[in-house]
């Protein structure tokens, strides 16, 4: 219980230092076009538990380096998951009217500004972490390989990708291939990109990079088919959104495919393999490994 206990304080802790980075990083409302500033940290600031970032500079620590390039990273990829958020929920996509508990970004500003105000998000994501060039010169290649990781991730070969064959895919059964190309891309991506620029800034061996990589698509992919599970167990009031959405988006999911039963064993395997090999590197970090853990079995 002490332990628990222990780890909940930690998180909050931990959780307001990302908030504080966020923060720092937030875009000036100001000029013609102050609206969509608006719109943007109306989606930032909507909640959330702030995981990409947090296993970012987690990641970095168990590699026990601390980079001055961390804290634009940090922002840019809650800035990129956001945006994806944003556009998920848009009427052409899932159409959900509430996020987090609140009213998404389309219903509050308007269809044309939900969709500008992700692209401003996209946009301004790599614009913050262009600035890590000026915090931390002397590390320019080191920030270039963390930037490439980023934009490849979050493109067509990973999240955008990923998204691609969602849509394509919806209102038809597809194969558990191409379902599980999908969770890789569309969820995991975004986690590996996480994971491996905190792996890179905090001086991780190429291959020490890789194994990151690994372990994240095993908890991108366990987390998907987790939300997959709560879709159909939990409740709106619990999640902050609306649940049997995938029923309602004729989406094929590991729980239409296989069975509740069948998905929680998956997000077994997955999760205990991602324990394994975090264990494999050199360095320990016991609030990652409690955080991995917390985000594959979590309950909302």
Do not use: W
Not at 31 to 46: K, N, R
Not at 88 to 99: F, K, S, T, W
Not at 136 to 150: F, K
Not at 181 to 195: F, V
Request: proline share 2%; with cysteine; net charge negative.
């Amino acid at each position: 219980m002490n332990s628990k206990c222990d780890f909940s304080k930690q998180m909050e802790q931990k959780v307001q230092a990302v908030e504080a980075v966020l923060q720092e990083y937030l875009p000036k409302q100001k000029g013609y076009q102050s609206v969509i500033m608006e719109a943007m940290c109306y989606s930032l600031l909507a909640g959330g538990k702030r995981l990409r970032p947090l296993l970012m500079s987690e990641t970095a620590r168990l590699f026990g380096e601390h980079s001055l390039a961390l804290k634009p990273f940090m922002a840019a990829i809650e800035m990129i998951h956001t945006y994806s958020l944003v556009h998920d929920d848009l009427p052409a996509m899932d159409n959900d009217e509430y996020r987090r508990g609140r009213k998404t970004t389309h219903v509050v500003y308007g269809e044309n500004m939900g969709i500008l105000a992700g692209d401003a998000l996209l946009n301004y994501a790599f614009e913050t972490a262009f600035r890590a060039f000026v915090m931390d010169p002397e590390e320019s290649l080191t920030i270039g390989r963390a930037l490439t990781v980023l934009g490849e991730k979050a493109g067509i070969y990973g999240m955008i990708g990923g998204q691609v064959i969602d849509v394509k895919e919806t209102g038809r059964e597809v194969s558990k291939e191409i379902l599980d190309t999908i969770y890789e891309l569309k969820t995991a991506a975004l986690i590996e990109a996480s994971m491996m620029i905190g792996a890179i800034l905090g001086g991780a061996s190429e291959e020490e990079v890789r194994m990151v990589e690994q372990i994240a698509r095993n908890v991108g992919v366990a987390f998907q088919i987790q939300d997959d599970i709560l879709d159909v167990t939990s409740t709106s009031e619990v999640l902050g959104k609306p649940v049997h959405s995938d029923e309602k988006n004729e989406k094929t999911t590991y729980v239409t495919l296989m069975g509740i039963e069948e998905a929680g064993r998956a997000v077994e395997e997955l999760s205990e393999e991602a324990i394994s090999l975090l264990h494999q590197l050199p360095e320990e970090n016991h609030f990652l490994e409690q955080l991995l853990c917390q985000l594959i079995h979590r309950d909302r």
